[in-house]
Each structure stands twice: as structure tokens, then as C-alpha cells.
């Protein structure tokens, strides 16, 4: 087991969930109590949700309260009235679910999350006291098979080939699909103890009887895919503001660890934390070393 996973990780049960109107949004949070202050708000990446916050959520919990969003059509949380799923659409959202909130926050993003945090951190700057990017899904078209958690998947985008594929992923059971995941996201899957692979495999049992679960997931990988093209998302970074950390497991099969140091480059000032033998959910592989680093980031935002 990796020497930076903490002894508590996976120990903590999920934070409890309300729904909340904020701007005229509404999304599903899980909140952690903590000290008055500055708050954190927790980002998570496509087909996640807030339970993936949980650890770290709670290590910081000493130093902020916390705030774990589940995005529109995500976790728990319905879809927009008029459903958006391009990342500007989810950025929307996510902003104005954190300006109805009238303070500035923390804003710590994984994968799409870091994506859209970015987004949010700089165009509405005001906004976000500080910025902590988990592997956050920066434009990355590079043909790797080892981003696909089921070879199948290249198969089942065929027509007409692909149709025997697709009926084969859809009989996967949520225990199956769970440990896909896993093994995608994690650098070492042997660290994630047998309650959270139950918690996973709940999660999406309960995920699949919402009529919308798969449009979320599809609508918003390919609008992300796309809008890559655009180069968009580097053109924001480098106009963020917040003092930013950005953190990357150097196992990362989702998005390539060579984009760690440009990402750290192209945000003025950030801060890069490069984790050996993570993947691409440090806060749930490593979240003690990923609280010492935020921690550090709050303490002293200015330190480089």
C-alpha cells in the first residue's frame, strides 16, 4: 500500500446529503462541518459525485467547512430545468450555485470538476479565494487504450458492429462496472477498501433507474471531447487569479501526467504536487497528502 495513503482513508462514511437552492440552482451536497471562515467547495469529475470528496472533505474539516456538490444530473441532483451538458453549461451552473452563496470560497475540482473550476475561477474571480485542480481534465485527444475502462467501449461507438458490444456493457452488473472504474482511476486498486466498493456498487444501482443517468454521462463526455478542438479551457487558465494548487498522480491513465507541469505553468504562480504510484483520484488514493498540500496553499497562498 502506498506509504501516502492515510490510515483513515475509506474509514469515514459519506457526509449527509440535502438538496440546496443557491442562484437560482438546485443541486444535491454533501456538507462537512467545520470552523468559521472561508468555506470549501467540492468539485467532482464525469460519472462521479460528492461521495468522492468524502476523505479528504473530512482531513480538511479542522480547517474549513465543506460544501461537496453533485453537478446537475450527477449523484443525486436532477438536471437543469433545460439541460446543459458542454462544460460552459456546467460551469453556469457551478457559478451560480456559488455566487447565490454570497461569500467567497475554496474551490478544489477532480477531472471535469478542476475543468470547470477553472472555468468558474477565471471568469468570475471574485469568486474563489483559492483553486485546487485534482488531474483536471485538460484538453487530451491523444489515442491511449488504457483510458477506456472496457475495451469493449472503442467497439461499441461502431454502427452497426457496435451494437453486440454495447448489449454486452449493458449486462455488466454494478459490481463489475464499480471495479472497471476502479481499476480505470486508481493507480492501485488494491487500496480501496471492500465498504467503498459497496458504497460504489449502491451508488450505481441507485444511479440506474434515473431516466437521465446515461444522457448526463454521454451528453457531457462528448460536449467535453469536443469543446477540446477549441483550446478554450488553457486560454481561462492562464487567466486565473486564485492562488492555485494543482496536484497529479504520476499514474494517471485518464489524463496524461505530462500535462501536470504545463497546467502548473500556464496558471500564474500555482503550485504542482506530482504523487508517485497514484492515478487520477488523488483525493480518494492519497487524501493525506493532498490535505497537507491544500492546507499549505491556505495557510500561505502566496508561497511558490
Do not use: K
Not at 456546467?90 to 461569500?103: N, P, T
Request: hydrophobic share 45%; proline share 9%.
Amino acid at each position: 500500500m502506498s506509504t501516502q495513503v492515510s490510515a483513515e482513508r475509506g474509514l469515514r462514511e459519506p457526509w449527509p446529503g440535502r438538496e440546496v437552492t443557491s442562484g437560482g440552482v438546485t443541486l444535491h451536497v454533501r456538507e462537512t462541518p467545520g470552523p468559521d471562515g472561508i468555506p470549501a467547495v467540492y468539485v467532482h469529475g464525469l460519472s462521479g459525485s460528492a461521495t468522492n470528496w468524502t476523505d479528504l472533505a473530512g482531513q480538511l474539516s479542522g480547517r474549513a467547512a465543506g460544501t461537496a456538490v453533485d453537478l446537475p444530473g450527477f449523484g443525486h441532483s436532477r438536471p437543469l430545468a433545460t439541460p446543459d451538458w458542454s462544460p460552459d453549461g456546467h460551469a453556469d451552473a457551478l457559478m451560480c450555485f456559488l455566487a447565490g452563496r454570497g461569500e467567497r470560497v475554496h474551490l478544489l475540482g477532480n477531472s471535469l470538476g478542476g475543468a470547470l473550476s477553472i472555468s468558474v475561477a477565471a471568469r468570475r474571480p471574485e469568486l474563489v479565494a483559492s483553486l485546487t485542480l485534482v488531474s483536471p481534465a485538460m484538453p487530451d485527444r491523444r489515442p491511449d487504450p488504457r483510458r477506456i475502462a472496457d475495451p469493449r467501449l472503442a467497439l461499441a461507438m461502431v454502427p452497426v458492429l457496435g451494437r453486440r458490444a454495447r448489449a454486452q456493457i449493458a449486462g455488466l452488473t454494478a459490481t463489475e462496472r464499480a471495479q472497471q472504474t476502479i481499476r480505470l482511476c486508481f493507480g492501485d486498486p488494491g487500496v480501496v477498501p471492500p465498504h467503498r466498493l459497496a458504497q460504489a456498487v449502491a451508488e450505481l444501482e441507485a444511479r440506474a433507474g434515473l431516466p437521465w443517468a446515461r444522457q448526463a454521462v454521454m451528453g457531457t463526455a462528448g460536449q467535453m471531447i469536443a469543446s477540446w478542438a477549441l483550446g478554450g479551457l488553457w486560454r481561462q487558465a492562464a487567466r486565473v487569479q486564485a492562488p492555485t494548487l494543482v496536484v497529479w498522480g504520476d499514474r494517471d491513465r485518464l489524463v496524461s501526467p505530462r500535462l501536470a507541469a504545463r497546467t502548473a505553468a500556464t496558471i500564474p504562480g500555482a503550485r504542482l504536487l506530482m504523487l508517485p504510484g497514484v492515478g487520477h483520484v488523488a483525493q480518494m488514493e492519497a487524501p493525506d497528502a493532498v490535505a497537507r498540500a491544500v492546507g499549505e496553499l491556505w495557510e500561505d497562498p502566496a508561497a511558490v
